[in-house]
């Protein structure tokens, strides 16, 4: 009796184990989790041409890489709340680009980028280095005001921690500190 209650958290184990890796399975499948491909594949041509109609020189943005070599892009294809596509882009920073679909194909409906500091902080969720977040949305996505540059800082650099209202003007000086 004794070895076969030994053997069911085992058992229970794999079965769980297998049921994860279905669900991840299906999920992917579906376009729910973000999935990488390379920057020149042929499937994100709709979306960069969309995400070129937005002026992100004039907001503080760096131009989107055209390197497979240097950067992870990682796309959602599952439409969810307020997008139905979204590019995820990791060079030297971090950036989101939202979509929505058109009959025409593919509109830009906001984008994130961040940009991380050299100094470190601590929070009750742990040690981070600091950044700056540039985000600009034309339809609700994540919680910011519509059709403005919204800049955030998260850090303890007195010149931007607690600053109300960060400007782009306030924080180039120190992106371009930060090497940006």
Not at 37 to 55: R, T, Y
Not at 67 to 78: C, F, G
Not at 153 to 168: F, I
Request: proline content about 6%; some cysteine.
């Amino acid at each position: 009796m004794n070895a076969g209650i030994a053997a069911t958290p085992r058992h229970y184990r794999r079965s769980v184990q297998k049921c994860a890796v279905v669900v991840a399975l299906l999920l992917a499948g579906c376009g729910s989790v973000p999935h990488r491909v390379l920057i020149n594949d042929e499937s994100l041509k709709p979306l960069l041409q969309a995400a070129a109609s937005f002026d992100r020189a004039r907001y503080g943005f760096t131009p989107i890489p055209k390197d497979p070599t240097t950067s992870v892009v990682s796309v959602e294809s599952k439409p969810h709340d307020g997008y139905d596509a979204m590019l995820h882009i990791t060079t030297k920073t971090y950036r989101t680009i939202a979509f929505r679909r058109t009959s025409a194909g593919y509109e830009w409906i906001g984008e994130q980028e961040v940009f991380q500091g050299p100094k470190r902080y601590k929070t009750i969720d742990g040690t981070f280095n600091e950044a700056i977040s540039l985000t600009y949305e034309i339809v609700h996505i994540s919680g910011y005001p519509l059709n403005q540059l919204n800049v955030t800082y998260y850090g303890e650099d007195p010149r931007l921690a607690n600053v109300n209202h960060l400007t782009l003007r306030t924080v180039q000086p120190i992106l371009h500190e930060w090497g940006y």
